[in-house]
């Protein structure tokens, strides 16, 4: 099934590493963009594709090591003085650092890549050879494209030869050289072939190559740029999942955990001597206060043991954002906008798996930003405006949360408009449309089936909206909001939980039984007065200081008859309703472990977590019961407390 | 010479690479090797502890391996010490430059444990003939 048999450690160890080198080359690709002639730029990059190219040797990955052999080629030349970085270089380079990236993706479902598009290699022998003709010869024309087509096919044909001659090639002098010494002093004689020629392809430079490279870079210069939307197959879970099993994690962190349960083992033999004194009868003050100051350790040492196991799941977010820039450059290029894509605190720390999870939807956000967020250029001017417009991402820890920004400098959205458009749409009626405010307007976009753009372009239009986008990022435990200013700008605001397998909660408790909510929708605690109880249009609720609130028991989200008159209600905030959650009392807060229940998943049940005491509670998914009670505005005043009161 | 004990210092940035040339070297009965992730880094643990073997890769940054090779052999207290380069250039000018900067060994990348252990027999051949 797999062509690694055997390696695929190596595979794993390769992919991970080399993954993360050609998104620093990606990255130093778009910079190079900006300074053509930055040598330093030129040496790295050259160095990641050579250092590729040598990992790639040893997986016997053939077609890796003859792309990455005449990419690294091409920089050698440019790092040497001996071309300059031209517009059409650059476009032949992005397009052989994508394809490498393709096959970074075979080699992650354990398949050898198969050859690269011949059209790019032919592009990049030429560009080695520095007769790449300047794409702007506008010749595609029909008469052009046939004869373009003739001369793809012919360049397909003597491909595998020059792909199989490049490796065996490069690998010829190990055989060939029986000796150091005879070699050194062969320096000055005749040395056998020079391994790095290049075998010319029998399509010759012909009149039609200028026609051929403009379709075989309409053809494929187009889906290099849109690889990231395409490349999410069946089979690319498969291939993360697999990935998933394996963490790097910094030495310093595990000698911490080392250390920790170093000093836990400590503390239980203290705990050990202390026991067995008690069971002896030796139980005076001395002896508990010491079993007290032991137990107070293994407290602490716990908690910290617990943290630093956390901290070894997290991964800086650099390592995410590290591919966008090269996106949101190829993208507005397509578009013909001039965006520079701004990354900021590629420090902050995310848990792992979210890492992996946030990449699609923060995809799909910058791209909303450089497709319907930013104006052209022309635009922009004639605003008074900069030309280059400035797309913002941006991660940084806020307390027990993360926060990450996606921020254009465009046109900004208008409430007025996406009302408008929700109507048109039929997703919501005029009524509706009338009561809500600014911010619910906004939020009108990750309705299903809602898209602002007047065209659907092919860049953001793709089936994957913007509900998905936030579909994915709740399953995250985490909240998205949009702050737009008109004329000034978009910004999406993701705000995420430090780690998903330690969840804050608050234990509520109906009649006598304990559920925890998670803590990061509780804004506050009050208490609930007959009186405060109002009805307004048929529906119970509360006003807090100055805002309306509807209250929802949550005996009635449950599906339980309301047996007590609720002592407290909990003021509960999502993204796209605050409410006020009636209870008979709370129990406190408590950092919850979750255990998902795999096989058996009640709707409206997140979880389970074993309380200190041993008791096991379940913990509350508050968007799916209040989606499963449909009617999210509420309950009458007197379905809440009418019994009671006609019992007092 | 070819003695298990031997300390080896593998320098690549590339860590996948390092551990490449480690199973290598283990296929090989040396067990004894340490890593370094460039010729900086190199430098400084060649110079602090009794090594007996280098193993290093050419492109690296802060420090490339010829430039390794050649602070080696400007280095009084290393400078007989083998330094074998393991590198995907398979350019005759680059073989030649090592060569004059005084590589005792240039294997091409990929390479197989048999290659390895050729190339360091060679050298260890050298070394004894001189020694003797």
Redesign the interface.
Known sequence: MSDFQGMED?LQ??LV??TD?LSGVDNKLVDLEKSPGDRGLLN?I??GF??I???A??L?AHELVSLCHLTENLFDKLRNGEMDVTPVVMDVILDATGIVRDMFGSLERGMQPTAANPGVMSRLRAALEGQLSDGTDPAATAAVAAAATAAVAAAVAPEPAPAQGVPS??????GA?P??VS??QA?TGV?PS???AVPEPAAARSANDAGANAVVNAAFGRRAGDRPGTSAPAGRRDAEKSRDNSIRVDTSRLDQVLNLSGEIGLTKNRLTSLRADILAGKADSDTLHALDAAVSQLDLLVSDLQNAVMKTRMQPIGRLFQKYPRIARDLARSLGKDVELVLAGEETEIDKTMIEDLSDPIIHLIRNAVDHGVETPDERMAQGKPGKSMVRLEARQEGDHIVIMVADDGRGMSAERLRAKAIEKGLITDEEANTLDERSSLNLVFLPGFSTAATVSDVSGRGVGMDVVKTNIQKLNGSIEIRSTQGKGTTFVISLPLTLAILPVLLVRLVEQHFAVPLSMVREILPIQQEDIQEVGGRATMVVRGEVMPVLPLARLLGWPQKNHPQYGVLMQSAESSFILAIDSFAGREDAVIKSLDDFRPKGVAGVTTLSNGQIVLILDMKELLSSMGDTRGVSRSSLIGNIARAA | MSDPKMKFLVVDDFSTMRRIVRNLLKELGFTNVDEAEDGAIALQKLKAGDFDFVVTDWNMPNMTGIELLRAIRADAALKALPVLMITAEAKKENIIEAAQAGASGYIVKPFTAGTLSEKMSKIFEKMNQKAA
Request: charge should be negative; proline fraction near 6%; aromatic fraction near 12%.
């Open positions: 190596l160890d390769f590493e080399a080198l790295e050259f160095r050579h250092t190219k040598g990992g040797g040893f016997n090639a490069a690998a010829a002098p190990v050289e000796d150091w070699l050194h320096v040395v020079a391994p790095q």
